[in-house]
DNA sequence: AGCCAGGACGGAT
DNA sequence: ATCCGTCCTGGC
């Protein structure tokens, strides 16, 4: 399955942990998208019920997690997490693991208050209903959703996942575990040497040089991540902006998925066609009557309603990830 | 062969 | 403040 440029690494497993969530919690369509392309970086194994994710940590230290529904109950929901790695872990960074993936699928996030402020909304509630328990999730850290989203831009999701799968297979890492392949992403340091010339080979085109700005960026700002976490959303988002290759989509879509503000919604050509299908029952709405509606309408929870329409639509209509690679119509 | 879709940018207005 | 040509690749 995967080119073999970096020699794989292989893990045993070394922890067990227990992660509560506030109820009510959906495990599958929590950590596993409808919506999300496959990356190489995760994956769900249907007959183990388990969804397979890897995690560098500070130090280059390379993750595997195997993680399944807690199973306690409705009352008492939550993931079980087996972890995988070369040597056993320090305590802090077994605390680490815990902030981080608690933080990335939102465990300690009341998700009934989103429900409350739109209980009188009667076509999002029967979406609701249909997907109760998702939670908006991101499992990248901020390097990475910036460049996860700078492959994004100016193209389709098919040729995202092939500039995603020669980056990882170029500059990541391979892992073994529980009899899975996965890669891991590659961190600033592996790209800070690599040349724009470099990357257009990999047919990044005019992104490489955004690519390559961001892994000296991060070199030089070190402290980014922390900074943006403790501002707020004006803040953040005008810090965002000062990133060369983050524009105004990329910036919404991190604060929503990765800063997890809730009333963040980026409208990408796809995004706004679901959304003004649901809205409007018709895709060619002007992108400033959408945003108009979802301010109105959604207010604070704009970003979450979203994120229902969008995942809803995508289980429910197998032709839409067709479509999405393809650039066709639903 | 030539045209178009897809965000960000930067220069022009 | 807003508009528009350009960047790059792949699909038609």
Redesign the pocket.
């Known amino acids: 399955m995967i080119e073999r440029i970096v020699s794989t690494i292989e893990l045993n497993k070394t922890n067990e942990l227990s992660l509560p969530a506030i109820p009510p919690f959906n495990f599958k369509l929590t950590v596993c998208k409808p919506s999300h392309f496959p990356s190489g970086l995760e994956t769900y194994d249907e007959s183990e019920q388990s969804f397979y994710r890897t995690i560098r940590l500070k130090g280059n230290v390379c993750i595997g997690l195997k993680m399944r529904d807690l199973e306690k109950g409705a009352n008492n929901p939550g993931l079980h997490v087996e972890v995988y790695s070369q040597n056993k872990l320090l305590t802090q960074e077994v605390d680490y693991l815990k902030k981080y993936v608690n933080n990335a699928y939102g465990l300690n996030e009341n998700i009934n208050e989103f429900y409350k402020s739109v209980a009188g909304d009667e076509k999002l509630n029967i979406i609701i209903d249909d997907l109760k328990g998702m939670r908006n999730s991101c499992f990248e850290n901020l390097y990475e959703i910036i460049n996860i ?2 492959m ?5 999701i ?2 995202t996942e ?1 500039m995603m799968n020669s980056m990882l297979s170029n500059y990541g890492n391979v892992i073994t575990y529980s009899n899975k392949e996965l890669f891991v992403f590659y961190a600033p340091d592996n790209i800070i040497n690599t040349s724009e010339q470099d990357l ?1 080979n990999l ?6 040089k ?1 690519i390559v700005g961001t892994a000296k960026y991060f070199k030089e700002n070190k402290k980014i991540e922390e900074e943006i976490k403790k501002m707020n959303a004006v803040e953040a988002k005008k810090k965002l ?1 000062e ?9 919404n ?1 991190i604060l929503f998925s990765y800063l997890r503000y809730p009333n963040f919604i980026n409208f ?3 995004n706004r066609k679901i959304l003004a299908r649901h809205l409007f029952d018709n895709e060619d709405t002007p992108l400033e009557d959408l945003i108009n509606t979802c301010e109105q309408r959604w207010g604070k929870y704009q970003g979450y309603a979203a994120l229902y329409i969008i995942e809803s639509s995508f289980v429910h209509n197998p032709k839409l990830q067709y479509w999405r690679k ?3 119509k639903i």
């Open positions: 989203s700078t994004l831009q100016n193209t389709n098919k040729r092939k257009r047919k990044l085109g005019y992104r490489s955004f902006l990133v060369r290759g983050i524009g105004p989509y990329t910036a879509l990408d050509v796809w393809d650039n066709k």
